[in-house]
Nanobody, 119 residues
């Protein structure tokens, strides 16, 4: 079992930056792919970014490519999402996820953290 706890959400103006952090209850990076998803009001949850187990590769949604960066810290059991040049359409609840096989079949989820970008 893995518990994931997100932090770092908040309110920011358009063009600003936020850094989200996901803390895992135990060592995850050698076993799990880690990722971030988001869900805006009235919309389905969507993929944002992922980092492969052991940090070998990263993947981003087209909508955030060049603005968001995913980092893994194996020593701290954390995976962070640095979000720059934020837009109002980035407003959503952001969820951390861990997957043994595929990110679209995540095995564990955090409780989510709200990010609100004002125009």
């Amino acid at each position: 079992q893995v518990q994931l706890v997100e932090s770092g959400g908040g309110l920011v103006q358009a063009g600003g930056s936020l850094r989200l952090s996901c803390a895992a209850s135990r060592r995850t990076f050698s076993l799990f792919h880690m990722g971030w998803f988001r869900q805006a009001p009235g919309k389905e949850r969507e993929f944002v970014a992922a980092i492969s187990r052991s940090g070998g590769s990263t993947t981003y949604a087209d909508s955030v490519k060049g603005r968001f960066t995913i980092f893994g810290d194996n020593a701290k059991n954390t995976v962070d999402l640095q979000m720059n040049s934020l837009k109002p359409e980035d407003t959503a609840v952001y969820y951390c996820a861990a997957a043994l096989v595929r990110m679209d079949r995540a095995d564990y989820w955090g409780q989510g953290t709200q990010v609100t970008v004002s125009s």
